[in-house]
């Protein structure tokens, strides 16, 4: 009997009223996403970042500048950062697997190059790196910005149209922020952000305002974007790779 009524509720004019195909489909998705939590939508795009190979961009109000790309299922990555706030210098990293390899030009280099032993590159094993080491580009090769360390951290979250958020962090949470929490306070506990995700629901810009921390601290955004893009990463040559020296990882926290 219920399937009866049921039936005969579709007639042509319900069926005019119901969008089928792509298009009905499209316009549904906004709709349907608009109904879930928030925060939940959000963690879901930014999970979505392991499922395609990316490229990746972060600016930290022009101090650091980060490009990078990544294949997270076969945990391949490459990043160059450029230090402008230390006149240029740059670091290169190369992970495959848990093979690190991590190169310091100009200044920073020069400094440190008597603990390097001379060699370009040092290496490092990833798998042993510590949660909060500046170079765990991502415990599982899946998160290789940190953005989804970092969206764990929601305090607080609403929805900006069908695609934006905006909210608060809690960095204290976050093992990269920990060891520079000291002093802070509070500071880190209510850290806002704006974040977008795109129409496939995948996560690709991320806007923190660390302002509040003091001078020079700023904005720092990343994006994501060229997803399934080819990647490819090649350790470099033996003869220019030592290991890191322990004096120098702790230097750098890694």
């Not at 490459?78 to 495959?96: F, H």
Request: aromatic letters at 4%; hydrophobic letters at 40%; one cysteine or more.
């Amino acid at each position: 009997m219920g399937v009866a009524l049921g039936l005969t509720g579709c007639g042509p004019e319900d069926t005019a009223k119901t969008p089928t195909g792509a298009a009905g489909a499209s316009a549904e998705a906004p709709q349907a996403a608009s109904k879930l939590d928030p925060a939940a939508d959000l963690a879901a795009a930014a999970k979505k970042l392991a499922d395609q190979s990316m490229k990746f961009d972060l600016d930290m109000s022009g101090q650091m500048t980060m490009t990078g790309v990544a294949d997270t299922k076969a945990r391949l990555t490459q990043v160059s950062m450029s230090m402008t706030a230390l006149g240029g210098d740059k670091i290169e990293m190369r992970m495959i697997k848990d093979d690190l390899y991590l190169k310091l030009a100009g200044s920073l280099g020069a400094m440190l190059g008597g603990k390097g032993g001379g060699k370009a590159w040092m290496h490092l094993d990833a798998s042993k790196l510590s949660e909060g080491s500046n170079f765990n580009l991502s415990p599982n090769g899946d998160d290789p910005a940190g953005t989804q360390a970092m969206i764990s951290s929601l305090t607080q979250v609403e929805r900006v149209g069908d695609t934006g958020f905006k909210g608060t962090l809690d960095l204290s949470k976050s093992p990269r922020f920990k060891k520079g929490a000291a002093g802070l306070g509070d500071k880190l506990t209510k850290i806002p952000f704006t974040a977008k995700k795109d129409g496939e629901g995948r996560l690709v810009e991320l806007t923190l305002d660390m302002s509040s921390l003091g001078a020079g601290a700023g904005k720092m955004k990343t994006t994501y974007h060229d997803f399934g893009t080819p990647v490819s990463v090649e350790a470099p040559p033996a003869s220019e790779v030592q290991e890191m020296p322990s004096q120098l990882s702790g230097i750098l926290n890694a």
